[in-house]
């Protein structure tokens, strides 16, 4: 499933491979090509932060906060197509790195990353109208992905109060719902779903 996941992900991200992300101190980049489209940026007393907006197309809206991080928090969102939703907010994070990948339409994405350490998420969509929000707080060096391709998929991560927690979920299809909750130390979750309406439910505490 990992390598499903990550050859999707990576297939979506080449589309990218053009757009430029450079390394400095408190660094906000946007790019935007079409019509309508809506990006904001938000940095506070940031040292080494970088954040980047990256549309192509009409009716995208991208929003990025870092507040008091200090090193190595990088925020990245690209999207293409048409009315694609995403918004990373990073708060009091040292080393959190999120990206956002969106293709074709009316798709939304969110990440939440708060107080952590070495946090990571990624999401990578294509298709219509699916839904993926990851949610950090109070982590040590947890990490999760999404990568959903298809019509109307859900799929939900919350990671809480733990250490070194991970997540994966992948989902290709129509109408799939997949949910992961973790609370506690040492945790590891995957969920893979292919077809229509499946649904799968993870939960793992300490």
Do not use: P
């Not at 925020?75 to 990373?88: L, S, W």
């Not at 309406?197 to 505490?205: C, L, M, P, V």
């Amino acid at each position: 499933m990992k390598i499903q996941l990550c050859a999707l992900a990576s297939g979506l991200a080449l589309a990218f491979t053009g757009s430029a992300f450079a390394a400095g101190t408190t660094t906000g980049t946007v790019t935007q090509n079409g019509t309508n489209n809506d990006a904001t940026i938000t940095q506070m007393y940031n040292t080494n932060a970088n954040a980047l907006i990256d549309q192509l197309g009409r009716d995208h809206v991208a929003k990025v906060t870092q507040q008091n991080t200090s090193f190595n928090s990088s925020a990245k969102v690209y999207q293409r197509g048409f009315n694609n939703y995403a918004t990373a907010t990073q708060t009091n994070t040292t080393g959190a790195t999120s990206e956002i990948v969106q293709h074709d339409s009316k798709n939304v994405a969110s990440t939440t990353q708060k107080n952590g350490v070495d946090q990571n998420a990624k999401i990578y969509q294509a298709g219509y109208n699916n839904y993926a929000d990851i949610s950090q707080s109070n982590n040590w060096g947890a990490d999760a992905d999404i990568v959903q391709k298809g019509w109307l998929n859900v799929a939900k991560t919350s990671q809480t109060m733990g250490f070194d927690q991970s997540a994966d979920t992948y989902q290709s299809g129509l109408k799939n719902y997949a949910s992961i909750t973790q609370t506690g130390s040492f945790l590891n979750a995957s969920a893979s779903q292919q077809g229509a309406f499946n649904t799968a439910t993870i939960t793992q505490k300490n």
